[in-house]
């Protein structure tokens, strides 16, 4: 006798513990008695248990007291990354696809949709084998995928369901919601929805030059109520910054891709790792262009308010024109408490921004630097009657960007710099050695 036939039987399935699973069959049988279209996650320790109980019914024939917990379970351990391509699983892994084409259990076949969706591997041989098997039983699936298989009838195709569901979000105002209301209740589970994420992905990159298409994928990246999605993070980054390697968005635009960039995935300045270790260099390097920009205006905005200086708006004039020319690489900020603390209540427009802190006491409590990477030149600017510093990027000693403290009277006594007041025609001076 078949499972499937097994489990047709009248009195074959009742949602109760099995004594063999103890507590988990317990414990799953009631959330499958009440809630029948849920997929139960087996606990990590309890998988293999799982999988060599439905192993050894399936060697000796004997399907007695199973129950739909156990065997709908054991799939998901069945074919998860550790065990779909176990050799020694093989004859099981078949036995669950004959199954699925024999059986009429909307509960069972629910529950391998679902796996087929969650184990997803391009080229895979079980998933090709589950999408086949599916695909011949679609019309026995019932109202759990209805709606999902009806939008994207492709879905059990294995070697296109990817792109096709891909398609079906470019066109959706909120692709997390809109996905769900179809009834893929986690958009950002692994398995197929790594893969269709990446079709996403290239597929609305020709939007992504318009703030609409920026705000639909920055909205599927970080729905409402959820984390950021982890994976694939680094396509999307990628995918947001390609269109600006020669040309620049709006003020807005930039404004608004590099709030919600850090906001999601932290300053790559400070963050080496995650999201950001995999982006390209030159695409990374836009961002920074952006925030170099931004924490110039952010010191002196700053500077400004808590420092009454007529000096301030030729030197505003000087450094943003080195940036709009290009010159300036990167630039950091180290704030004064005082100017930290304005920083921190008037958020200066620019609460996203990150920015390290000056320490020196006594006279110097107050000034604030701007360090700047200019060439190979290291750019030390300052507040009250801080001179400019230039310094060698390849000495040994001398000032590091994004770090979270400076010592101004540190970097007055480092060797090797030049300095000079802002006095007469200082900009000249600085030109010239950088």
Same mark, same amino acid.
């Given at each position: ?100 084409? #024999? ?15 969650? #184990? ?215 704030? #004064? ?98």
């Amino acid at each position: 006798m078949s499972l499937a036939r097994f489990l047709a039987k009248p009195a074959s399935f009742h949602p109760i513990a099995l004594a063999a699973i103890n507590r988990l069959a317990s414990t799953t049988d009631r959330i499958m008695a009440r809630w029948p279209d849920v997929v139960v996650e087996p606990p990590d320790r309890d998988r293999e248990r799982l999988v060599q109980e439905m192993q050894k019914r399936l060697e000796t024939g004997d399907w007695s007291d199973t129950k739909m917990s156990l065997v709908t379970t054991a799939a998901v351990a069945l074919f998860d990354q550790a065990r779909r391509e176990r050799s020694d699983l093989a004859a099981l892994r078949k036995f669950y696809c004959e199954e699925i084409e #024999s059986s009429d259990r909307r509960t069972f076949l629910n529950t391998m949709v679902a796996v087929f969706i969650g #184990s997803y591997e391009p080229g895979a041989a079980h998933t090709a084998a589950l999408a086949n098997a599916l695909d011949r039983s679609r019309a026995k699936i019932g109202a759990r995928w209805a709606a999902l298989l009806g939008s994207v009838p492709e879905l059990l195709d294995a070697r296109v369901a990817p792109s096709a569901l891909a398609s079906r979000m470019v066109r959706m105002a909120v692709p997390w919601d809109d996905l769900r209301h179809l009834g893929l209740r986690s958009p950002h589970a692994p398995g197929l929805m790594d893969h269709v994420h990446l079709a996403f992905v290239e597929q609305l990159a020709p939007q992504l030059d318009h703030r609409s298409g920026m705000e639909r994928l920055i909205g599927w990246l970080k729905p409402e109520g959820q984390q950021a999605r982890a994976s694939g993070a680094a396509q999307a980054i990628s995918a947001l910054l390609s269109p600006w390697q020669s040309r620049a968005p709006s003020t807005d635009d930039e404004r608004f891709l590099t709030e919600a960039l850090i906001t999601l995935y932290g300053d790559p300045r400070v963050h080496r790792g995650g999201a950001w270790e995999t982006v390209p260099e030159q695409l990374r390097n836009v961002i920074i262009r952006w925030l170099t920009g931004e924490n110039i205006r952010f010191f002196l905005d700053v500077v400004s308010a808590v420092e009454d200086n007529h000096m301030w708006e030729p030197r505003r004039k000087f450094w943003l024109g080195l940036h709009q020319q290009k010159r300036i690489d990167a630039a950091w900020v180290a704030f #004064s408490p005082e100017a930290a603390s304005y920083a921190r209540q008037k958020g200066a427009g620019n609460k996203f921004l990150r920015y390290g802190k000056q320490i020196a006491g006594g006279g110097d409590n107050k000034k604030s630097l701007l360090v700047l990477q200019i060439g190979q030149k290291i750019v030390v600017e300052g507040s009250h009657s801080f001179k400019v510093h230039v310094f060698r990027d390849d000495g040994k000693r001398v000032p590091k960007l994004y770090q979270d403290r400076y010592d101004c009277q540190d970097i007055r006594d480092l060797p090797g710099s030049w300095s000079t007041m802002h006095l007469g025609d200082w900009q000249g001076r600085v030109l010239e050695h950088i």
